[in-house]
């Protein structure tokens, strides 16, 4: 066993044993993003192999939504407690197991039980291999590690949607769950290998009383809100009961942690400014900007008629566009306030979103490929250097808490987003069909599939989808408000930290 100590003092660039812990993380997070970017292009084919409708099959991403939303506020307190690595490799061990179960689903039901079991184990892959990179890398390193950590992002939304498509349409519907287990199994043995040693600390008490809040609080909320569509408005029963106990039990889990010493989620994080703008600022990025990523595949298909692997490969010029900018935003994250990354980013976005705002049947592809390019560059220059901002100013010894609490507010932020749009989608798509919330997009498909009706179908659809795209585009443009208040100088380093080597901890490699 050997210690390999940090970069040399003033030294920015990632040495060896910072790059195999990437490595490594890196591997889990495309396994994780490409599951979930798989799966947004196969819920159409879904929903025909077993014979039901758009709102049951919407389950299969929300139960994976809830179960991480269950899931990620342990992370922080098992992190401590039985140490990363095991926490890295069990996270991966159930991620496995589930994707190899709702591959051998045999109907909807079998299916969303097996997706929330994979929700269990995602939950757990990027926060707690977020907390293994940024200690290895250090505070003065953190823009330099989220520009790394991107690298799934961009493949991700690229290979994903491709690689998805291509399986539905020439192999089976079932091998996007299945590709997971190569790549599972490499990562098990990769974390095995090279990962630092765990240093389990003495952990604090359990907030078990906390878990029972926040945990059930942040399902019951996105539960209730992704019942809208098929309740048919906020007035039904199964909408605004489990949505208020949601909420009565965030409140009182906020109330709670402010009086106890050790609570599941420390809010005392949330007196750093620096962190707080950030968060606000990622709250509204996550629900405008990945609300609007889910529903994109479904314009395709829907509106355009195009194959799930055509969708897919429609879907790459804002992978690439990200790919462009995200490491340049990346490294200038370190060394420039955040600010004069972010809202440069967002102003991007936004022109890029005014193409699919004015969608029609026949918009040009030209068109909305450039657009997706642009929304791309604007992705890769706002997302990391947000997440950088809240982690910079922070200690080393608050990473894990941090990180788990960055990654809550991600993935509930993004599931309310793709709730609350899909949500508008459908009563959108209602209204121009004549029919009841829960089954606009069948009446839709079953319209647009009619050689009789396709062509006025289309177009109905596509004004539907242009419609939802502008409220996509309204939550956006509210995020430049925090986004204004991020920091605009270089930070400087945590209070209490002596210089850049003592901000990282040394890496113990087997």
């Not at 892959?125 to 520009?147: D, W």
């Not at 059930?216 to 209730?224: E, S």
């Not at 419609?467 to 925090?482: D, E, G, K, Y």
Request: hydrophobic residues 55%; charged residues 10%.
């Amino acid at each position: 066993m050997s210690t390999q100590s940090p970069a040399a003092p003033g030294g920015d660039k990632l040495d060896a044993g910072v790059l195999k812990v990437a490595g490594v993380v890196i591997l889990g997070a495309i396994m994780a993003i490409l599951d979930t970017t798989v799966v947004n292009v196969a819920l159409q084919k879904l929903t025909i192999e077993f014979q039901t409708s758009f709102d049951t099959i919407q389950w299969i991403a929300t139960g994976y939504m809830l179960a991480l939303a269950t899931v990620i506020p342990v992370t922080g307190w098992a992190s401590d407690r039985f140490g990363t690595k095991r926490l890295y490799m069990t996270a991966i061990g159930l991620f496995l197991i589930g994707s190899m179960l709702a591959g051998m689903a045999w109907d909807v039901e079998s299916l969303i039980i097996f997706r929330v079991l994979q929700g269990f184990g995602g939950g757990m892959l990027m926060p707690a291999g977020m907390t293994i990179l940024t200690r290895a890398a250090g505070p003065h390193r953190i823009g330099r590690v989220m520009g790394v950590l991107g690298v799934p992002m961009l493949l991700g939304p690229i290979g994903g949607p491709i690689l998805g498509g291509w399986l539905v349409d020439a192999v089976s519907w079932r091998w996007i769950f299945y590709i997971n287990v190569p790549i599972g199994l490499i990562t098990m043995a990769m974390a095995w290998r090279l990962l630092p040693k765990d240093r389990p600390e003495p952990s604090e008490r359990f907030d078990f009383i906390g878990m029972l809040m926040v945990s059930p609080g942040l399902a019951a909320l996105i539960f209730g809100v992704s019942n809208i569509p098929a309740a048919g408005g906020v007035g039904a029963v199964d909408v605004w009961l489990p949505a208020l106990a949601g909420i009565a039990l965030l409140v009182a889990f906020v109330v709670r942690a402010n009086r106890v010493a050790n609570p599941l989620l420390d809010l005392k994080l949330f007196k750093n400014r620096s962190f707080t703008v950030a968060m606000v600022t990622m709250t509204f990025f996550c629900v405008a900007f990945f609300g609007a990523m889910l529903l994109l595949p479904t314009y395709f298909v829907l509106a355009r008629g195009e194959s799930a692997m055509n969708a897919g490969l429609l879907l790459a010029p804002q992978g690439v566009g990200a790919m462009l900018t995200m490491p340049i935003a990346g490294r200038f994250a370190d060394k420039i306030g955040a600010r004069k990354i972010v809202l440069p980013g967002l102003v991007l976005m936004l022109a890029g979103l005014i193409a699919f705002t004015q969608l029609t049947a026949t918009t040009p592809y030209w068109l909305l490929l450039s657009a997706l390019f642009v929304m791309g560059l604007g992705m890769g220059a706002t997302m990391m250097p947000i997440t950088s901002a809240a982690l910079q100013t922070l200690k080393p010894q608050d990473m894990a808490k941090a990180s788990t609490a960055t990654n809550i507010l991600q993935q509930t932020a993004g599931a309310i987003g793709a709730a609350v749009l899909s949500i508008i989608l459908a009563a959108l798509l209602a209204g121009k069909f004549g029919v009841p919330t829960a089954q606009g997009q069948l009446a839709a498909t079953a319209a647009v599939m009619n050689p009789a009706t396709h062509e006025a179908a289309s177009g109905l659809t596509a004004d539907s989808f242009s419609t939802t795209f502008l409220w996509s585009m309204i939550l956006l443009a509210l995020c430049l408000i925090p986004a204004a208040f991020l920091p605009k100088t270089k930070p400087a380093l945590p209070e209490g930290v002596d210089g850049e080597v003592a901000a990282a901890p040394p890496i113990m490699t087997h």
